[in-house]
Structures are given as C-alpha cells and as structure tokens.
C-alpha cells in the first residue's frame, strides 16, 4: 500500500509539473505573440517575427521526422476561405492544420453562396455561426481579410490580400533566408520583378527591414509603384547594379491577373532585361540565395537553369512553408478559448 500511495505521488506531482511546463510555456508564447490575428507584418514588433521564426524552425525539424502529428489543435476547427485560385498557400496551410491535428476544411468559393451573389460580411457571418477556430483567408481586394476579421468571432490569418499584404510568405521567406545564411541582419536581399503588383515584396520589404537587412527592389520603371522610395527600399532600374554584391536574390513574377494595359513591350524583352540567368547572378556575391515565391514563369522571370541552380532554395521556400503555418496556427491557438 504504501508502494502504491508513493506511486500516486510520484504521478501527482510529474502531472502537475507537466501542467505548470504547459501554462509557463503557453504564457510565453502569448508574450511572443500577443495577437488574435495576423493580418500585416506592419502589425509586427521584431521580437514578435523572431519568435515566429524560432517556432517555425522547431516545426521544420519536426516535419521531417517520420512522425510528424501534434495535438496543438486537436478539437479545434480551421476553416480554409480562398477567393483567389492558390496551390502552395491552400495546401500548405492544409498540411500545417493537419500535422497539428485540427479539423480543416476547404471551402470551394466558386461553388458556394458566393457565385451566387453572396456578400463578403455575409459569407463571414455564415461562417461565424459554424463557430470556427480559426479562418484562413485569401481575396483578391485590398483590405478584405481586415474588413472580414472585424466581423467574425475566431482568429483570422491573412492569406494575401490584392496587391496589400501576404504575411506568410515574407516570414517563410524569411525563416528559409535566416537558416542557409545563419542570421538576416545585415544582409543585402534584393527582390527583383513586379514590385507595383506584388503582396510579397510589400511584406517582405517590412519584415526584411524589421530584422536589420539592407534592401534593395529592382523593376523597370513601369512595374515600379509611385515614389517607390517610400517602401523603404532602395531603387533600381538595372538588374546588374541592383543585385549587385546582393546576398539574395528574390523573383518576383509578372501578374498579369492584376494588369490593365500593358506594363512591358513583350515577356521576350522583359525577361533579357530583368530575366534571372547566369550571366545576371553573376553580379551577385559567389555563395548568393536564389528564391522566388512561386508559381514561377520559367523563361519570363527567371531561366530554368537559374531555378534548378544549386543556388536555389525554392523547394526550400515551399517547405518552410508548411513550418511557417504550422508556427502561426500554434501562436494564435493560444489565444483561443478554452470554454464556452
């Protein structure tokens, strides 16, 4: 008997020291992550993406062991709400949803209420009343995903907004940066393409800039949005003195979805202008990143030799990816309720 009794004691207090591990750690990354959503990198303190970052890289060595399930979201339900078409963003948040054992569903927006003349506020406030967990959301106006966050009860995380914001990628981008070259303060990163069009290079500048790199944006002077500048960037129009000595070179594809008129001569000029080959990256350091945030335009923005380089990270891109998410659905599962 009192074998036994020492035996529910030993459990007692390794249950309870396990409960406290629990509520210190959630209490930290409440620190880490004091938000109910994440709609903008804007909205980010540095010490807030570099403790992203550090649960994206614990999700990354996760991912690649042969088991890879957490129970961080088991009973929770996330709902992805994509308005644009995505192939990477969708399935990676699908992937990260699931390895943390949420319930997650995919919702078909063409084939919904929204074909048939459904409202933004509607379609949110439908899916309010399934009570959902979290709302992953993409949409092709500006302001949305805000718009849609102040009408639901649950966390949401925006998935790329127009030409605004795509948060995700940037802190992917980031984490896959910070892991080939060991830090991103300092660095030199030079993101090159359609600057006037792109969610990714918006975020990017920000969430670059936060962590102390020098960046740099290079785009003919039509795919170039009014004073530039501003973006907290520096500008070029030449590819060769934009990636110049640069540590990373990020492309950026043309998106002819968000065009009205014509931006370039023909995607034949555009890409011997400021098409990535061998030639172009030679003008960057010896050991420079090679990244683009797909779906890739082979032989419009970049040579096929230059994506298969063993320079590239792409695939990498993609892979962090699914940690990035994985960081993001845990940080903003602590602010979730725990009762009704």
């Given at each position: 008997?009192?074998?036994?009794?020492?035996?529910?004691?030993?459990?007692?207090?390794?249950?309870?020291?396990?409960?406290?591990?629990?509520?210190?750690?959630?209490?930290?990354?409440?620190?880490?992550?004091?938000?109910?959503?994440?709609?903008?990198?804007?909205?980010?303190?540095?010490?807030?993406?570099?403790?992203?970052?550090?649960?994206?890289?614990r999700a990354a060595e996760?991912?690649?062991?042969?088991?890879?399930?957490?129970?961080?979201?088991?009973?929770?339900?996330?709902?992805?709400?994509?308005?644009?078409?995505?192939?990477?963003?969708?399935?990676?948040?699908?992937?990260?949803?699931?390895?943390?054992?949420?319930?997650?569903?995919?919702?078909?927006?063409?084939?919904?209420s929204v074909s048939k003349?459904?409202?933004?506020?509607?379609?949110?406030?439908?899916?309010?009343?399934?009570?959902?967990?979290?709302?992953?959301?993409?949409?092709?106006?500006?302001?949305?995903?805000?718009?849609?966050?102040?009408?639901?009860?649950?966390?949401?995380?925006?998935?790329?907004?127009?030409?605004?914001?795509?948060?995700?990628?940037?802190?992917?981008?980031?984490?896959?940066?910070?892991?080939?070259?060991?830090?991103?303060?300092?660095?030199?990163?030079?993101?090159?393409?359609?600057?006037?069009?792109?969610?990714?290079?918006?975020?990017?500048?920000?969430?670059?800039?936060?962590?102390?790199?020098?960046?740099?944006?290079?785009?003919?002077?039509?795919?170039?949005?009014?004073?530039?500048?501003?973006?907290?960037?520096?500008?070029?129009?030449?590819?060769?003195?934009?990636?110049?000595?640069?540590?990373?070179?990020?492309?950026?594809?043309?998106?002819?979805?968000?065009?009205?008129?014509?931006?370039?001569?023909?995607?034949?000029?555009?890409?011997?202008?400021?098409?990535?080959?061998?030639?172009?990256?030679?003008?960057?350091?010896?050991?420079?990143?090679?990244?683009?945030?797909?779906?890739?335009?082979?032989?419009?923005?970049?040579?096929?030799?230059?994506?298969?380089?063993?320079?590239?990270?792409?695939?990498?891109?993609?892979?962090?990816?699914?940690?990035?998410?994985?960081?993001?659905?845990?940080?903003?599962?602590?602010?979730?309720?725990?009762?009704?």
């Amino acid at each position: 008997m009192v074998q036994v009794r020492n035996l529910l004691l030993s459990y007692t207090k390794i249950r309870l020291i396990d409960l406290l591990l629990m509520a210190q750690l959630k209490k930290c990354s409440e620190l880490i992550y004091p938000h109910r959503h994440l709609l903008s990198i804007e909205d980010l303190a540095q010490v807030e993406i570099t403790g992203l970052l550090d649960l994206a890289d614990r999700a990354a060595e996760t991912n690649r062991e042969i088991s890879k399930k957490r129970d961080t979201l088991r009973g929770r339900t996330v709902i992805n709400l994509f308005f644009e078409p995505s192939t990477r963003t969708q399935s990676s948040f699908e992937l990260a949803g699931k390895r943390l054992s949420a319930d997650v569903m995919n919702m078909a927006v063409k084939s919904s209420s929204v074909s048939k003349g459904e409202t933004l506020i509607d379609t949110a406030m439908t899916l309010n009343a399934m009570r959902p967990d979290i709302l992953i959301v993409r949409h092709h106006a500006a302001g949305a995903v805000e718009l849609l966050a102040q009408k639901v009860d649950c966390s949401v995380v925006n998935a790329g907004d127009g030409s605004h914001q795509h948060p995700t990628q940037a802190l992917l981008d980031a984490l896959t940066i910070r892991r080939n070259k060991g830090r991103v303060e300092g660095l030199t990163v030079a993101i090159c393409g359609d600057i006037l069009h792109s969610r990714v290079a918006r975020s990017n500048i920000m969430l670059l800039n936060a962590l102390g790199a020098r960046v740099r944006i290079v785009a003919p002077s039509t795919l170039l949005p009014p004073c530039p500048e501003r973006l907290g960037a520096e500008v070029f129009t030449s590819m060769d003195e934009g990636i110049k000595d640069a540590d990373v070179v990020m492309m950026l594809r043309l998106q002819r979805e968000r065009m009205s008129g014509s931006f370039v001569p023909s995607t034949r000029e555009y890409f011997h202008y400021f098409g990535l080959d061998q030639e172009k990256l030679d003008f960057a350091k010896p050991d420079a990143l090679v990244m683009h945030p797909g779906p890739m335009n082979r032989g419009v923005e970049i040579a096929s030799s230059m994506a298969e380089n063993s320079r590239s990270v792409i695939q990498e891109q993609v892979e962090m990816g699914v940690a990035v998410r994985m960081a993001v659905l845990e940080a903003l599962s602590h602010h979730l309720p725990d009762e009704v």
